[in-house]
Each structure stands twice: as structure tokens, then as C-alpha cells.
């Protein structure tokens, strides 16, 4: 069974810095990852989706990689902002048909004006 | 915006009443998924449809029914609410025919079982 572990569940960041959130997962046979915002008491927002025949996908200011042999993702953020403060999640897709999202249960930014 | 819509938005039952909650796409995805979210837990998978009448469980189904009778309407149904249901409920689409793209989640129903 997929496992997806995102650690630390939070983090407290000031305004600028450039941080990494990361999210491993077990089952290296995925189709593709993709990484979620959601802000509190909202719906899940689609940031980045990753194949697994992809290294890196870019959009603004986020940068997701993955790396299928080790079982690890990250986000990365660019220059920070209070704007970004929210949940991160990531989820991935097994290979095969009919497969389903397994999801980690998130990393809560704050970024500090 | 993928055109996803949920009602109602929020709801506050009794413990042993039946309750519906709908999701309508206006963008015929044919794949759909209901989820729910609680604290400690995440996101987990209730039921799934890849196609009107077409459906299937997902990891917590018990309890749950669903109904897709056309492309637009997935419907999630409590027989009998308990107190255990109370989270909040996500509908969601994946484009493309073959369920493997990109997930887009609708803006969710809270549900408070007393």
C-alpha cells in the first residue's frame, strides 16, 4: 500500500526566504505526483502535476521535482510571501488502471511579514 | 476553475437521518471522486465513478452510497448519518478519459452529524 509522508507537518518562515517542502512516499511504480494548496476552509487548489518521465515542472514561483528512485518530491517557493501561508499536500497516482490519488496529509506554511 | 460545484455548502443533521450531497461538473469529466477530510487523517477516498452508472469504492466507503445517473451529477448519500460522518466532503475531477490527470477538487460541503 502507498504510504505519502510529508514532514514537518508545519513551518514558520519570514518573508523572502526561499524554502523546500518535501513529501516522500514508498511505492516508486507512480504515474505521476501532484502537489495541492489549500487555505483554510477552502477547497484543494491544483499548484503543480508531475509525471513520473519528468524531473522538474515549473509554475512562478514554485518548482516541483521528483526523483522516483529515492521516492521523494519537493515544492520549492521562491522568495516567500504571507500571501503563500496555507497547506501544502502532496498526493501520487500508482501505475495501472482505475488508480487512485494517495494523499499526505500536508505541511502548514506560515510566512512572517 | 474546472466548473465543479457542491450543495449544499454546509449541513447540520441528526444522528439516524438520511443525507444527500451533490457535486455538479459543468465540463463532462468522466471521471469524478468523493473524499472526505478530517483532522489526523487527510484526505481519504470514499467512492469514485469513471462513467454514468459506472462506480466504484474507494478506501472508507461504509457507511456510503453514490449515484451517477448522468455525466454532470455524482450524488454521495448517508443511508443513516452518525456522528463518525461529521467531516468535510470533497468532490473532485480528473481530466482526460483514462483518470490519470490532473485532479481538480470542488470547494467542499462541512457536515455536522449531532
Known amino acids: 500500500k502507498q504510504e505519502v509522508t510529508q514532514i514537518p507537518a508545519a513551518l514558520s518562515v519570514p518573508e523572502g526566504e526561499n524554502l523546500v517542502l518535501n513529501c516522500s512516499f514508498t511505492d516508486s511504480a507512480i504515474y505521476n505526483l501532484q502537489w495541492f494548496r489549500q487555505d483554510p476552509g477552502k477547497g484543494l487548489t491544483s499548484l503543480l502535476l508531475i509525471q513520473s518521465s519528468q524531473r522538474e515542472q515549473t509554475s512562478g514561483r514554485l518548482n516541483a521535482s521528483l526523483d522516483k528512485s529515492s521516492g521523494r518530491s519537493t515544492l520549492y517557493i521562491a522568495a516567500s510571501q504571507p500571501g503563500d501561508s496555507a497547506t501544502y499536500l502532496c498526493a501520487v497516482r500508482l501505475s495501472g488502471a482505475n488508480s487512485k490519488l494517495t494523499f499526505g496529509k500536508g505541511i502548514t506554511l506560515s510566512v512572517r511579514p | 476553475d474546472a466548473g465543479i460545484t457542491q450543495s449544499p455548502r454546509h449541513k447540520v443533521t441528526e444522528t439516524g437521518t438520511p443525507v444527500t450531497l451533490r457535486c455538479h461538473q459543468t465540463?463532462?469529466?468522466?471521471?469524478m471522486y468523493w473524499y472526505r477530510q478530517d483532522p489526523g487523517h487527510g484526505l481519504r477516498l470514499i467512492h469514485y465513478s469513471y462513467g454514468v452508472k459506472d462506480t466504484d469504492k474507494g478506501e472508507v466507503s461504509d457507511g456510503y452510497s453514490v449515484s451517477r445517473s448522468k455525466t454532470e451529477d455524482f450524488l454521495l448519500t448517508l443511508e443513516s448519518a452518525t456522528s463518525s460522518q461529521t467531516s468535510v466532503y470533497f468532490c473532485a475531477i480528473s481530466e482526460g478519459s483514462g483518470g490519470y490527470n490532473e485532479q481538480f477538487f470542488g470547494p467542499g460541503t462541512r457536515l455536522t452529524v449531532l
Open positions: 465540463e463532462n469529466h468522466r471521471y
